[in-house]
């Protein structure tokens, strides 16, 4: 596993070159306790992972917690958790680049707070990359995007996939944004293409 920093890049193939076509994102976060007002509990944060398709610059598709599946059936959100509570992934969005519709050239993965709370509210924050089945209980984490505490804006442009040759690569991005649900953010995006 790769510790990631903003700007990094990583080739989405094998040791020996074989691209990889199956992944997932996995996104997950924790209400950070002292946020609020004093002597008020710190309030449930919804943030939503999503993931968004885009063909020389302009929007193609999205796969988030109201779309769960883009129309190629090549990323899938596997569902929404209002509250970041348990352990593991909060949320996760499964990618089969073999299916990607060839005009997609990049897939842009961003995490948004739905009730408009910056992530100041939200604590042990990350995104990881994991390669395999999604009912592979055996996954390989490739790399991981830690989030640090204190983002002022609602929301986050995590990673980046985009077509190199005949394969893929990724790049952390890890950059705040103003989003509240993935459809605003298209403007705050088309920077990182």
Known sequence: ??????GDELDLATADGTPLTELRMGV???????????GTGAPDIDLDASAIQF???QLFDLAFYNNLSTRDGSVVHLGDNKTGSGAGDDETIAVDLAKVYSKVDAVVFLVSSYQGHTLEWV???YCRLLAGDPDDPDDTELARLTLTAGVP????ALAKLYRSGEGW???AIGQ???VTVPTQGLDALRPFL
Do not use: Q
Request: no cysteine; glycine share 16%.
């Open 153 to 156: 804006e609602t929301g986050v």
């Open 169 to 171: 690569r990724l790049r």
């Open 123 to 125: 604590n042990n924050a």
């Open 176 to 178: 705040g944004i103003k």
């Open 55 to 57: 063909a020389e610059g």
């Open 1 to 6: 596993m790769i510790e990631l920093h903003p």
């Open 28 to 38: 997950g976060w924790d209400k950070e306790r002292t946020a609020g007002f004093i």
